[in-house]
């Protein structure tokens, strides 16, 4: 056979191997009824070829295509429900009232005389060894929960230290040495538990019950350096196991009740107050160690841990204050505490953790300012300190947007202002008192203008402070503060008749008429309701109560002139359609007629207010004080039946005619008999006047 027949018959072979996969093809899209169409681009073999999801024999010409491995699932550990927590800790709770009642079962037995105290402490420590020794047992024989095994552990190590304190310390049977030896021995199995087992709750109990120990071996006149290295040496082999089980929370307790144990031994012992506070440092850098090697800057919680590293230290500079205290040169200390911040700072930076490092910044900068507060500097600087370090706090939590964080923060920072604002006055006027008055003002200014800065996404915590209108109350607070800064400033140097604050309350008034020129966003949702609200109350106080009108006073008179044309120009804005009305339009369209007829209302008074003030300190005639008085009341009532009409408005023409006739009672029963000839000439050609221009202009309409 030649080769030309050969090359024929295979062609013919491929063919109908391409024929028949083409019908198997056609038939499994018949069954799915999935129409196909074939490229016209590719060759006659690709286009008849069996598609790899119809599991159909590839040709073995063409290649096959490498195989992608799926990349690997991650495991996701379930979370456990709050009924299987409850019963995770069941054995815990069951554990210590068991003791309990084993130790009260002893003193009971002891009381009557059964057992002598040596008899006792034997069956206590017999007690210990039996709940390891059963723990032991039903672990290795695989015999109900982890959480039942853990909880016997944990209850061996809490009747050893009770029953070691116990023998030691109330019936001396055991020396105090001897009792040391016991109570590390059991400390150092605790730990080993804890190890073993990866369990967070038992280090963490194993963490508060160790650091008791020092109050005990307070008591058993001990050397507080011995203590005090043991605190050190027992924080130092949590650590251990707080880094092999990523034990976070464990490691934030264990630090609290080490610092706090340090802190009571110093306090306890007015010597050598600097080996305390070298002790201190040591469980702090050993903390932040600790802190940096487990802090995940990828994780969800991170603000979390930030904020609690950062309450730790602030926490921690508070109680080294407080041990350094009776020291010379304590800023030593301090210094060697910046330091350390710093040193955080930096690997923070390195690894380009910015939450860490803008917490350890602040950390540093605080410490900084606590060391010059310890320094021999004068007095006053102290008042410009302190409430920074506070404002400072604030600033941090709301960097870190550390819910607890805040909350301590602001209410540190809300009683150094407090103390601040009473304890200083505005004089001398260029005073470091005065400066101190004025500071914690501009940082409550600053909070809230970080406070209320965009977020894209609010946490649980933010949500319910918007919902609390919390940052809209700090403008509130902002603006008080001002006022009541103000109110110092009046009088100090410009109180006059009454000793009324004239300049607050002008500053009141251009504060309201500001706040509604200010969108909502920038000035918040309640700055403007209560600042409304005070504004009418000051107006019927400094217009209506007649108390005030002693004494001439110019900044009086200027105080009654500047809330007259504060509240004539909002009417003017609103009937006009101005700013104000563009900006609360929803609200202000529906509510025209009642703000507007207050608002006349409101004018007269003061009107009516000024022109009273004038005549009682001599300043105006009474007679043409009465003329002018009336004249008043008809010019209102005409301007409000003018403007009813015109922007058909009924409430207020309501008003306009009450004026109207409360008008005309008051000039035909009080003004014609107090007033002589040419004064009611004029009066009634004035009120003549008004009158024929008031009915033409409403005839006209």
């Given at each position: 056979m030649s080769?030309?027949?050969?090359?024929?018959?295979?062609?013919?072979?491929?063919?109908?191997?391409?024929?028949?996969?083409?019908?198997?093809?056609?038939?499994?899209?018949?069954?799915?009824?999935?129409?196909?169409?074939?490229?016209?681009?590719?060759?006659?073999?690709?286009?008849?070829?069996?598609?790899?999801?119809?599991?159909?024999?590839?040709?073995?010409?063409?290649?096959?295509?490498?195989?992608?491995?799926?990349?690997?699932?991650?495991?996701?550990?379930?979370?456990?429900?709050?009924?299987?927590?409850?019963?995770?800790?069941?054995?815990?709770?069951?554990?210590?009232?068991?003791?309990?009642?084993?130790?009260?079962g002893l003193k009971l037995v002891s009381d009557y005389g059964y057992l002598s105290n040596e008899v006792k402490i034997i069956l206590a420590y017999a007690l210990s060894l039996a709940l390891a020794a059963i723990a032991y047992v039903l672990e290795r024989r695989k015999i109900g929960s982890s959480a039942i095994t853990i909880s016997l552990y944990g209850g061996a190590f809490i009747v050893g230290i009770l029953t070691t304190a116990a023998s030691a310390i109330l019936y001396e049977i055991i020396g105090l040495t001897m009792a040391l030896v016991i109570a590390a021995v059991y400390i150092v199995y605790s730990i080993a538990i804890s190890y073993l087992k990866k369990n967070e709750g038992l280090t963490i109990f194993i963490a508060f019950t160790s650091l008791l120990l020092p109050y005990l071996l307070e008591y058993m006149n001990l050397s507080p350096i011995i203590i005090l290295i043991y605190v050190v040496v027992l924080f130092t082999m949590l650590q251990f196991v707080i880094h092999q089980h990523k034990q976070k929370l464990a490691l934030y307790i264990a630090t609290f009740f080490s610092v706090l144990a340090v802190s009571i031994i110093a306090f306890m012992n007015h010597d050598n107050r600097v080996v305390f506070a070298i002790g201190f440092l040591v469980v702090l850098t050993i903390f932040y160690t600790s802190w940096c090697r487990l802090y995940n800057a990828e994780s969800k919680l991170k603000y979390v841990h930030v904020g609690l590293q950062f309450s730790l230290g602030a926490f921690s500079l508070l109680l080294l204050n407080f041990i350094i205290s009776p020291i010379d040169y304590s800023e030593a200390l301090l210094l060697i505490l910046v330091c350390l911040f710093a040193a955080l700072a930096g690997y923070g930076y390195k690894q380009k953790w910015q939450e860490a490092f803008d917490s350890a910044v602040t950390l540093a900068f605080i410490t900084l300012c606590n060391t010059l507060l310890v320094m021999n500097l004068p007095e006053k600087v102290e008042h410009l300190l302190i409430p920074f370090i506070t404002f400072a706090g604030v600033m941090m939590s709301l960097r870190l947007r550390a819910s607890l964080l805040k909350v301590v923060g602001s209410f540190s920072f809300m009683i150094a202002l407090a103390i601040s604002f009473f304890i200083h006055e505005p004089t001398p006027f260029f005073s470091i008192d005065h400066v101190s008055l004025i500071m914690p003002g501009i940082y409550l200014l600053i909070i809230y203008v970080y406070a209320r800065r965009p977020k894209e996404t609010l946490t649980v915590f933010e949500k319910l402070m918007k919902d609390l209108y919390v940052v809209d109350f700090l403008a509130?607070?902002?603006?008080?503060?001002?006022?009541?800064?103000?109110?110092?400033?009046?009088?100090?140097?410009?109180?006059?008749?009454?000793?009324?604050?004239?300049?607050?309350?002008?500053?009141?008034?251009?504060?309201?008429?500001?706040?509604?020129?200010?969108?909502?966003?920038?000035?918040?949702?309640?700055?403007?309701?209560?600042?409304?609200?005070?504004?009418?109350?000051?107006?019927?106080?400094?217009?209506?109560?007649?108390?005030?009108?002693?004494?001439?006073?110019?900044?009086?008179?200027?105080?009654?002139?500047?809330?007259?044309?504060?509240?004539?120009?909002?009417?003017?804005?609103?009937?006009?359609?101005?700013?104000?009305?563009?900006?609360?339009?929803?609200?202000?369209?529906?509510?025209?007629?009642?703000?507007?007829?207050?608002?006349?209302?409101?004018?007269?008074?003061?009107?009516?207010?000024?022109i009273s003030h004038l005549t009682y300190n001599g300043l105006l005639d009474w007679k043409l004080s009465i003329a002018f008085s009336t004249i008043t009341l008809f010019l209102t009532a005409s301007i409000s039946l003018w403007l009813s009409t015109v922007r058909n408005l009924r409430i207020l023409r309501i008003t306009g005619f009450v004026i109207l006739v409360i008008g005309f009672i008051k000039l035909i029963f009080f003004d014609l008999s107090a007033l002589d000839l040419l004064i009611r000439a004029v009066l009634f050609i004035t009120i003549g006047g008004i009158g024929l221009l008031l009915s033409g202009r409403l005839l006209r309409k």
């Open positions: 080769l030309e027949m050969e090359q024929r018959i295979a062609k013919l072979e491929q063919e109908m191997m391409d024929l028949r996969h083409e019908l198997e093809g056609l038939k499994r899209q018949q069954s799915v009824e999935k129409p196909s169409t074939l490229s016209v681009k590719k060759p006659m073999v690709d286009q008849f070829a069996p598609k790899p999801v119809q599991n159909s024999k590839s040709n073995s010409n063409l290649k096959p295509k490498p195989k992608t491995m799926p990349a690997p699932e991650k495991k996701v550990q379930p979370q456990r429900t709050f009924e299987e927590r409850i019963m995770w800790a069941l054995p815990k709770l069951f554990m210590v009232i068991l003791v309990m009642g084993v130790l009260w509130v607070i902002t603006t008080g503060y001002f006022l009541a800064y103000t109110g110092k400033l009046d009088v100090t140097y410009f109180a006059g008749a009454g000793n009324i604050p004239h300049l607050m309350c002008i500053i009141l008034a251009l504060l309201f008429a500001g706040s509604l020129l200010v969108p909502t966003k920038y000035k918040g949702r309640a700055l403007t309701p209560v600042l409304s609200v005070f504004f009418i109350l000051f107006t019927l106080m400094l217009e209506a109560i007649p108390y005030n009108m002693q004494g001439v006073d110019w900044l009086n008179i200027l105080t009654r002139i500047v809330y007259i044309a504060v509240i004539v120009a909002i009417m003017i804005d609103l009937l006009m359609k101005g700013r104000i009305y563009q900006i609360y339009q929803e609200q202000i369209a529906k509510l025209l007629d009642i703000i507007v007829s207050a608002g006349v209302v409101l004018t007269m008074i003061s009107v009516l207010g000024l």
